[in-house]
């Protein structure tokens, strides 16, 4: 039963975080480009935030069975998985109080007068989503190594 | 996401994956029902919160859709009260006794009227 849970814990990451990433990633280039007033990269931008928007709530899976997971083999109180537990909590309180509500903010802008929005938020919302894509890394990468892990799965 | 149909299927699974969880308890207590159907369970109720706190400002509908295993369906309760009810069939024909709707647009599936017309 580990290994289904691990399976989905697994499949859950790739496929609604990978997403996230990557959107949230082409974001500010493409709200650059849409100031410019093309209403194309201006659909463009909706449907990236839309993507950024639901996959982050199936996202809500990975962490879920990612417990499961930890459960089922024991390892709950290990100190590689409270660093990883402690690094997704900021990653995903960065992307729902940092990230979404800031395109958002600037999705609104853009749709109403492009040419005056404020140059400097698409370089801010860049930064935040960097710091989103490290603490990801970060994780996933203590997932790979656990340090101090015993267990063979 | 975010539409009612998705709120729908998250208090369905938030129940019914409930619902198997205490069956499994009270009858063959078997281990890897419990052990999967667990986090389903966990999934459709943070599902079911995230909805309805993107979906509604008001308070009472957060707060039910806060409460363990019935969330969801309180929540359905709460946003679409008249939508439970069977909607009109498409090809019935309007009745001309009937007042060209002030409230509602004619067709919209969320606001079937209470008093069907005679």
Redesign the interface.
Known sequence: ?TK??LA?HVLAAIIAIGPVTVAASMFPAVARRAASGSPRELTVLRTLHRIC??YA??G??VP??G??TAS?LGVLGDAWLIASMALTACAAAVLVLLVLPRQETLLGGLAKQPAEHDTRMPARLAMYTGMFNVLWAVVTVLMIVRPGSTTGV | MGSPQTLRVAAAAEAGSLAVLLLNLVTVHWEPVSSVTGPVHGCAYLFVVVLAFRSDRRAATRIASLVPGIGGLLVLRTVEPRSRRPAEPASSPTPPSEPSGSRRPRGSRWCVPRVPPA
């Open positions: 039963m289904f849970l989905v928007r639901v709530t199936v809500i899976v879920v069975f417990l499961a089922s």
